[in-house]
């Protein structure tokens, strides 16, 4: 039955027996198709400063004020949980506004059970409307909310209607102190978690948004990146015939390809195709978005190729190069880095990045084209690549002045 009368007033209940100072208690009632339902505001007050009419104190004195704006933030909860029962398709009745307001359901609803519940439709979908990396993003998050639950509130669970902002202050709080997570990172997972908290609000489980006030916020990082030298120095560096030389070509690879280790551990010879100039390209879709991407294969790309050809475990599986777990492969980066004589911490990652800055942007390729290859939704991604090339370029011409003015 759809709602086709609504009213919200406030009075002063008539008691049995007045109080000895006179004063009576302040209900509010709320009225759908002319059923009222009567919530009782936990507030006194005396008729002779009350409006009938208006429902509200009379004067200007200091207690009419505080307990007018209390009336109001009640009114406002009362319409808020009127939009919540229509957004989540619900039948409004002043009593389902009531027992929204007071917290009374059927059924408990808890976060985690939520979340638990979001995921698996994510997982059923994945290949079709979601990534796997997206799964494997939201299932990282829902491990985090269980841990921080668990630490904050020696809870299994956590009721919907107890989420407040003190709960995401905290839940920051314990990703930076407790678990050395990074700022952004932390804001990604808050983000993550935002979207569950946006389900139940729109379902009408939850009348206001604890993130309301909560403010996200990233920080500028320094993305490292090979140098030209440094990159030579991998390439150069003998390795030997094991799987220390396996790691340093499929860490070149993506250095020239830009893939990420998702992609490149997932990549297929079926996805190493002729393209539009005769020569081979990569055309995938990244895990972690699910976006197409196609990348022109440069000659030290090829040469790697070349030399897996007849890998036992590339033939069998289908795969271009024998890729270990990450794990594995970052302890054998971190080697491949001491051997070679480079400080930075050498990861996947950081391939990438060299990819963008030290073998594309800084070569001149177009950003548009690299953000394509990248395979970036936006090209404001890949814009931090190109901040990255600018300061080189600034510091290489900062040296340039100094050698030109030593010659004066």
Known sequence: MLETSF???????????????????????????????????????????WNIRAG????????????NSY???????????KKALLEADKEVTADAIKNLLLGKEDDKRTILKIFREHNDQ?????????APGTLERYETSLKHTREYIKWKYNEEDFDIKKLDYEFISQFEFWFKAKKKISHNTTMKYLANF???????????????????????SKREVDRQALTESELKKVWEKDMGDGRLSYVKDIFLFCCYTGLAYADVYKLKRTEIVEGIDGGKWITTKRQKTDTPSRIPLLPMSLEI?????????????????????????NSYLKEIADL??????????????????????TNGVPIESVSKMLGHR???????????????????????????????
């Not at 009213?7 to 009222?36: A, W």
């Not at 200007?60 to 307990?67: A, H, P, T």
């Not at 009336?71 to 949980?81: I, P, R």
């Not at 090209?379 to 901040?387: D, H, N, P, S």
Request: charged share 30%.
């Open 7 to 49: 009213g919200l007033n406030f009075f002063l209940k008539t008691p049995r027996n007045e109080s000895p100072d006179g004063t009576r208690h302040i209900y509010m009632r709320i009225t759908v198709n002319r059923q009222p339902r009567d919530i009782a505001t936990k507030r006194v007050w005396h008729p002779s400063k």
């Open 56 to 67: 509200r104190a009379t004067g200007n004195k200091e207690d009419s004020k505080e307990l």
């Open 71 to 81: 009336l109001d933030s009640l009114s406002a909860k009362v319409f808020q949980a």
């Open 122 to 130: 994510i997982a059923a979908l994945v290949g079709a409307d979601f």
């Open 194 to 216: 935002k979207k569950i908290v946006l389900l139940c609000v729109k379902r009408g489980w939850l009348m206001r948004d604890p993130f309301y006030a909560f403010k996200f």
């Open 305 to 329: 190729m070349e030399k897996y050809e007849d890998h036992p475990q590339c033939e069998n599986e289908n795969r271009v190069l024998p890729v270990l777990s990450n794990q594995k492969m």
């Open 340 to 361: 070679c004589g480079i400080k930075k911490n050498i990861t996947f990652h950081l391939a990438r990045h060299t990819f963008a800055t030290t073998v594309t942007l």
């Open 378 to 408: 936006n090209i404001k991604t890949t814009q931090q690549y190109a901040k990255i090339v600018d300061r080189k370029i600034s510091d290489d011409m900062s040296r340039l002045k100094e050698i030109l003015t030593s010659r004066k």
